[in-house]
């Protein structure tokens, strides 16, 4: 089993590339199947959640090719509608496919999706929302067998969470159908203007991505196109937050000013100097961070839940009481069990998570049970003292393209270990 040995306590320094967001682009791998025509997207991240992601397209039919950080979809080869029970469970977000399978076949068969245990993230959000658009879903001991008897149809939507996924779903579904949709209490996360972005290039007409109400006006075809994925927001918080861990100057490129906001106040709080120029960052932290009053998980614009656990390795460390509220998930404090372990103190009621900074954390064998919650785990473990060891990377490699490489190339000891 792989390990990360981190010996902890050493400065950062450098200048680090974001790699693109992979939230943005599973659901654009996904889009490509309803497009007729050839998609190519470039700054694809390697990362094994769009390994999964090639290998549901090729199971799909598609011709997939890797060229570096670009991917080359051929969608015209796609003849099979079902997704294999070992695909979806490899990741949370396989559910993405849903909406380009039944636009594309007129149906579709998946089971229940799998990825990282936060609690309860129900997808009802996403069947109930295409059953508006006229997708007729039976449910079946796990699995999902879809049909559009009568094709997408526009609907008027009102959804009662601002759902990333669902909202996503929505419009891949409704990009290639009759009439109009309307999606109310869509979601905002720059990963929905993305894919609009996409598809609109593609001949699409999807309006008001990044607000809360998206129309998309049905088209009858789509050609390819080619596309950049946009940067990794929560990656590039994730180094932010590892340099105010270890009090040190970073810089932190190709990322885009706005989708960091939400990050920058908590960490300006902290005593952290931000300065963005163009498309990069600084972040200079203090020797010892001071306390982040309140942090609250909020759909975009708000403070992102992905960002909260490696920001709460670093508010262990500061001086002062830091309060965590989630309202995202329930079961996000995961990681917490394993910073006790290197030392740190923080105690969970329900959603909320009280952090008492303490002076210094020490080296020590940890798990990651989840994608951000290693995360976590690998920012203590570069601000403590001594020897940290991580296991569970491949909940890591879902989400960090090369996360010890980068580390390192920044001054970092750390290195991946069988």
Do not use: W
Request: net charge negative; glycine share 10%.
């Amino acid at each position: 089993m792989p390990e990360l040995i981190i010996n902890g306590a050493k400065k950062l320094c450098g200048k680090i590339q974001m790699h693109g967001a992979k939230n943005s682009t599973l659901p654009l791998m996904a889009a490509s199947l309803i497009c007729r025509g050839e998609c190519v997207l470039h700054n694809c991240p390697g990362l094994s959640d769009v390994d999964t992601a090639i290998k549901i397209l090729r199971h799909i039919g598609c011709s997939v090719k890797r060229e570096g950080s670009d991917v080359i979809i051929n969608p015209l080869t796609a003849k099979y509608y079902d997704i294999p029970d070992n695909l979806m469970r490899e990741m949370r977000s396989s559910i993405i496919f849903l909406g380009a399978i039944v636009s594309l076949f007129g149906k579709g068969v998946l089971s229940l999706p799998g990825g990282c245990e936060l609690g309860p993230r129900p997808i009802d959000l996403h069947l109930s929302a295409l059953r508006k658009l006229g997708v007729d879903i039976e449910e079946n001991h796990g699995c999902l067998n879809c049909s559009v008897p009568d094709g997408i149809k526009g609907a008027e939507i009102n959804l009662l969470f601002p759902s990333v996924g669902a909202t996503e779903n929505i419009i891949i579904a409704a990009a290639v159908s009759k009439g109009s949709t309307v999606i109310s209490n869509a979601a905002m996360e720059p990963e929905i203007c993305d894919l609009a972005d996409f598809l609109n290039s593609c001949g699409a007409k999807v309006y008001g991505a990044g607000s809360s109400t998206v129309i998309i006006e049905g088209v009858k075809r789509l050609t390819g196109c080619e596309h950049t994925v946009i940067p990794d927001r929560i990656a590039a918080a994730t180094y932010l937050a590892a340099a105010a861990a270890t009090g040190s100057t970073l810089t932190v490129g190709s990322i885009v000013p706005d989708h960091l906001a939400p990050v920058v106040s908590p960490l300006e709080e902290s005593g952290c100097v931000i300065e963005f120029c163009g498309n990069e960052v600084r972040v200079e932290a203090p020797e010892r961070l001071k306390r982040i009053k309140s942090i609250r998980t909020m759909p975009y614009p708000g403070f992102p839940t992905d960002a909260q656990p490696p920001v709460m390795a670093m508010a262990a460390l500061a001086e002062g009481t830091s309060v965590f509220v989630e309202n995202i998930f329930e079961s996000r404090y995961k990681h917490v069990g394993e910073l006790l372990r290197l030392g740190a103190n923080i105690k969970v009621e329900g959603r909320v998570a009280i952090v008492e900074g303490v002076k210094k954390l020490s080296g020590a064998s940890v798990e990651a049970t989840d994608l951000r919650g290693g995360a976590a785990l690998v920012v203590a473990g570069l601000a403590a003292e001594g020897t940290t060891c991580v296991t569970g990377l491949h909940h890591l490699d879902r989400g960090y393209e090369n996360i010890e490489g980068n580390f390192t190339s920044l001054g970092a000891d750390i290195k991946r270990v069988q």
